[in-house]
């Protein structure tokens, strides 16, 4: 993969707040070129050019753990003031309105309307290597083919959304698919908000050129 040299002056923090990969996403970032820091400090999240939201585990129990970091704010703030945040997995799933998990219902960020369910399929979890249906103008996908192929370890999604906006000066995200049983969503890009279902520091060259296509945008 061919790294952008204007990566190397981009600061990027992947926040620490107990539930995520953080090692291995630190690993994947530092392939782009990037300067990568583990850390919940709020002020060092607050300037970063670009803060990665990792998740590992239940809803309830990610949705805590940010709370108690103030991760919540920090994302608020940083998405109030046009700052680039990344989401991945339950660090994706927590960006919606609420999650069900095992018959309890957790609110989540409400940066987007929807709700974070089971998967409708017949084997669960969802864990391998699978496709994705990018929307053609994608920034996150740029220059991977339409059969590239990423990691997916997750039991939950939102498989009814579509976020629409009827305000012309405002774009509606870009909604990425893949399907398990039922369609579900993989991937969002919503202005400086970005987000995967999937893990990309797990996806080998595929999720390499995704990370350095967010870097690029930072």
């Known amino acids: 993969m061919e790294l952008s040299s204007g990566n190397a002056a981009k600061k990027v923090v992947v926040f ?97 309307p929807g709700t974070v369910g089971p998967l409708e399929a017949d084997v669960v979890p969802h864990m391998g290597w699978n496709t994705v249906e990018a929307p053609a103008d994608s920034e996150l996908f740029a220059g991977l083919d339409a059969d590239a192929r990423f990691y997916f370890v997750h039991s939950y999604a939102v498989h009814d959304w579509q976020l629409e906006t009827h305000n012309l000066a405002m774009h509606a995200p870009k909604v990425t698919w893949a399907t398990h049983g039922k369609p579900f969503v993989a991937a969002v890009e919503n202005g400086v908000l970005w987000a995967t279902q999937f893990h990309p520091e797990k996806s080998g060259d595929a999720g390499a050129q995704l990370l350095n296509n967010w870097i690029g945008t930072l």
């Open 16 to 112: 620490d707040y107990g539930f995520g990969n953080v090692r291995s996403a630190e690993r994947a970032l530092a392939r782009t070129g990037a300067q990568v820091e583990i850390t919940r400090d709020f002020d060092t999240a607050m300037n970063a050019d670009g803060l990665l939201v990792p998740g590992v585990g239940a809803f309830a129990a990610c949705m805590r753990g940010l709370r108690q970091a103030r991760g919540d704010w920090i994302i608020d703030r940083r998405l109030s003031g046009g700052r680039p945040v990344m989401g991945i997995c339950v660090g994706m799933q927590i960006l919606f309105s609420r999650g069900i998990e095992h018959g309890e219902e957790t609110e989540g960020l409400e940066e987007w």
